[in-house]
């Protein structure tokens, strides 16, 4: 079993930005020749907006950075996961509503204090 990035998802269109997801993941999958490397959940709304987690391989991950290389060491965050929360909101912004996203351990580490 892949060890996971697990990834908060908040947006104003569950239906548009988990389809806009799965397409960009699929096409990365496809990319690097990898299957059944991400689960979306269903979502929950709350105060006009859905929450949803998005789970992706390290795998899958490690293997956008063999393929883009120094692109990727390019992208904005520290970490790994950090980097692939850019690239992945690069290539959502514009084909979805507002959306937010963010490592969940992150938000859970600081859920007591201000952010």
């Not at 799965?22 to 990319?31: G, Y």
């Not at 105060?47 to 998005?54: D, E, S, Y």
């Not at 393929?67 to 690239?87: N, R």
Request: aromatic share 12%.
């Amino acid at each position: 079993m892949d060890e996971r990035v697990h990834i908060n998802v908040s947006t104003v269109d569950y239906d548009k930005t988990s389809k806009v997801m799965i397409q960009q993941l699929s096409l990365l999958e496809e990319m690097v020749h990898s299957e059944d490397s991400f689960v979306l959940t269903d979502s929950e709304f709350a105060f006009g907006w859905h929450f949803f987690v998005l789970s992706v391989n390290i795998s899958l991950i490690q293997k956008l950075v063999e393929m883009i290389g120094p692109d990727f060491k390019k992208l904005k965050g520290k970490t790994i996961e950090k980097k692939f929360l850019t690239w992945l909101t690069n290539h959502i912004e514009g084909k979805s509503p507002r959306f937010k996203i963010a490592i969940k351990e992150e938000m859970e580490s600081s859920k007591f204090g201000i952010f």
